[in-house]
């Protein structure tokens, strides 16, 4: 057992007595009085997000933030977060078909899986490694993506920003629930459900799961055969109680068991000219379990409200796959990946009735503390097999790793309100962190000698971050910021010798914006403009030395600046329209050398030109109970390269996703189709000399699917 996941016991045992001592958790926000219902209006019910850790109302919170409900969720059967992030300017997601392996992008900024630039947050805990964070949408509230550097109270790694998921709360008042199946193309089916309701009056329950699975998009050829098939099983579970009127508790417990077929990679040349076909003379497979819990308890006082979060994460992934991509018995791959990280906050925020005075000015305030421990396993052995360039077997173990991380982080902000319409924020964290490492590779037989890391390093930041906004009208806001982000050095579990550690990452970004209403809260715009300099850019680029590895290096330094733009409209009862636009520039600034090469000037990897989402929805009351609606939406995605030489890339290409059906009293019945017109693309793909003729290998977009959907409410 790591040393790390010895600490983590007794973190948690700690925490254990921390929170029994202390009273839990209180209502989450209080909405505000609601004026009498407005068919025309958008803005109802008010949209709570948690972007500076405290619930607040989306449009008084000076941050770029995109909220996607529970609502949106359903209506679009949206079932993970990169689904959800075509709603959000500048955010792109470059996955893999493997749950595992999805980065998300915000204007510009990304890296690699374990030090990731923008972190996910589900019910307040971080994944802090990018394997785990690709999880099943269940029983889930909301989820938002908030744009911008975040570690003035979010820490180390978001430098880019952070993804908020927050699960449902359940009912104390009476017993609801939802099943919902729908059948598609590929033979997909997603049947999920969820029921909640009271224990007593003070507490309440909530049960959700589900699977999924479909066959796959891509043929191998010499087999006629799919190779990319997905299957899934998952499920949560919560309890929640209140023993008093101020404060309440929740656990939450989830897990999920992915049974997926392999990778859909090819050349490059051959998916432009063949998608979906491969032809492999090995098949192998992805898998993944990840198990968590997670325990909240608040208590608002007179004065202030205190809170704790308290999470275990516990996740597996073993894949196999033909490394050669090509019908030739040459390499294989087989990699096994494990690790268990543990997280306690705890935190002071003064309530919404008793703000502390700093001079006869109100001023709201928040303070915190943060721990968290992580240890991570690897092992990753490349099988080269007898061929005319290797007369015998050879297995190389790159890497056998044992990485294990701690870190402390303690963090206040405080906001001045002057005149009732200007506010002065200001806020800083402090984060230290130690990390070790083993990392040894080596062959069988030993044709070469092993090579063997065991290293230790630490490393403190201090983020600062201060915000300004006025209210010009109370339904109309302008603001500006500026802040710090930051991401700690570490270890590469593989990499070139020499190149085991990296260091660490800063950026420093400003950004201005205005979030108003108009024509009696008919019409929602928000507008950003923001500009990032940051420097030491961690970026994940590939081993040379072996294939298909990554790692993570310091290239130089790089520059962001964009705008973001979101309207969203009622033209008539039922009749909704919305649109969300992004532009960005991201480039490695003079003197930034990647692998070698000068890419000084370059476009950053992944970065598309501008992100377009707009789309129009409607309702319309056909008889007593019976309703007809219809929605639809067109995704825009400009040009990106594929690599920081900008040797490869995709051109702009455009999604439409189309949706329909009938609601009569709790059933809904929709007809459904995305990627409506078939466009080809191939959204990721990466350097693979040698090996692929084009040089590069890539995995190609969802090509048109289509069904049909039930679902029940009651």
Excluded: C
């Amino acid at each position: 057992m790591h040393i790390r996941r010895k600490h983590a016991i007794a973190a948690l045992a700690f925490s254990a007595r921390l929170v029994v001592a202390q009273a839990g958790m209180a209502s989450a926000q209080s909405p505000d009085p609601q004026p009498p219902p407005d068919p025309l209006r958008i803005t109802e019910p008010t949209v709570y997000v948690r972007a500076q850790k405290e619930p607040e109302n989306i449009q008084r919170t000076p941050v770029s933030v995109t909220a996607v409900s529970k609502e949106m969720l359903q209506a679009e059967n949206i079932t993970t977060i990169s689904g959800a992030g075509i709603f959000a300017p500048n955010t792109f997601f470059s996955e893999f078909s493997a749950r595992k392996l999805s980065f998300p992008h915000f204007r510009g900024i990304s890296s690699g899986p374990g030090n990731p630039a923008i972190t996910t947050y589900v019910d307040g805990v971080p994944m802090i490694h990018t394997n785990a964070s690709s999880m099943e949408l269940v029983d889930v509230e909301q989820v938002e993506f908030v744009r911008g550097a975040q570690s003035a109270l979010f820490g180390r790694n978001a430098l880019g920003g952070v993804i908020n998921v927050v699960t449902s709360r359940p009912s104390l008042t009476n017993w609801t629930g939802s099943f919902a199946v729908p059948f598609g193309s590929y033979s997909a089916v997603d049947a999920r459900g969820t029921v909640s309701g009271p224990l007593s009056g003070r507490s309440a329950i909530s049960l959700s799961g589900g699977r999924s699975g479909r066959d796959g998009f891509t043929i191998n050829d010499l087999r006629n055969q799919d190779v990319d098939s997905r299957s899934n099983t998952f499920g949560k579970a919560q309890l929640f109680w209140a023993p008093a009127s101020n404060w309440e508790t929740r656990v939450i417990v989830s897990g999920e068991r992915a049974r997926d077929g392999d990778y859909a990679l090819a050349d490059l040349g051959a998916l432009e000219s063949n998608p979906f076909h491969v032809q492999r003379d090995f098949e192998g497979r992805t898998d993944r379990d990840i198990v968590s819990g997670t325990f909240l308890a608040r208590r608002e006082g007179a004065r202030m409200t205190l809170s704790s979060t308290t999470g275990i994460v516990d996740w597996g992934a073993k894949d196999e796959t033909d490394l050669d991509y090509s019908p030739f018995p040459l390499l294989t791959r087989a990699n096994a990946e494990n690790a268990t990280q543990f997280t306690q906050e705890v935190r002071l925020a003064s309530t919404a009735t008793a703000p502390v005075h700093v001079g006869g000015t109100p001023m709201r305030w928040q303070a915190g503390f943060f721990l968290f421990t992580q240890g991570y396993d690897q092992d990753a052995v490349n099988s080269y097999l007898p061929s005319p360039l290797v007369p015998f077997a050879v297995q190389e173990h790159s890497p056998t790793a044992e990485l294990d991380d701690f870190g402390l982080g303690f963090y206040g902000q405080g906001t001045l309100t002057m005149r009732e319409r200007l506010e002065l924020g200001v806020g800083a964290r402090v984060d230290y962190e130690n990390k070790e490492a083993r990392i040894d590779t080596s062959f069988d037989p030993p044709i070469a000698p092993p090579h063997s890391v065991v290293d230790e390093r630490s490393f403190a930041n201090v983020s600062p971050q201060v915000s300004v906004s006025y209210r010009v009208q109370p339904e109309r806001a302008v603001y500006a910021s500026a802040g710090t982000g930051y991401k700690s050095g570490g270890f590469n579990p593989a990499s070139p010798v020499g190149t085991e550690s990296y260091d660490e990452e800063h950026a420093w970004q400003v950004e201005g914006g205005m979030k108003t209403t108009w024509v009696n809260d008919r019409v929602l715009f928000n507008a950003a403009v923001f500009y990032i300099d940051w420097d030491h850019l961690q970026l994940n680029v590939p081993n040379p030395q072996v294939p298909a590895q990554f790692y993570i290096a310091n290239v130089g330094a790089a520059r962001s600046a964009g705008a973001e733009f979101e309207l969203s409209g009622r033209a008539a009862p039922g009749f909704d329209l919305f649109a969300s636009v992004g532009f960005s520039s991201a480039t490695f600034k003079e003197g930034s050398t990647s692998s070698g090469v000068d890419v000084s000037g370059n476009a950053l990897p992944s970065t598309p030109d501008y992100t377009t989402t707009f789309g129009a929805r409607y309702q319309r009351p056909v008889s007593s109970g019976l309703s007809v609606h219809g929605r639809g939406e067109v995704v825009l995605v400009g040009a990106y390269d594929y690599d920081d030489a900008n040797t490869a890339g995709q051109d702009a290409y455009s999604l439409t996703n189309l949706r329909g059906g009938v609601q009569w009293n709790r059933l809904t019945i929709d007809g459904w189709i995305r990627n409506a017109f078939d466009t080809r693309y191939v959204p990721i793909a990466f350097a693979y000399p040698g090996l692929a003729p084009s040089g590069f290998v890539g995995e190609p977009g969802a090509p048109r699917t289509y069904g049909v959907s039930v679902f029940v409410q009651f």
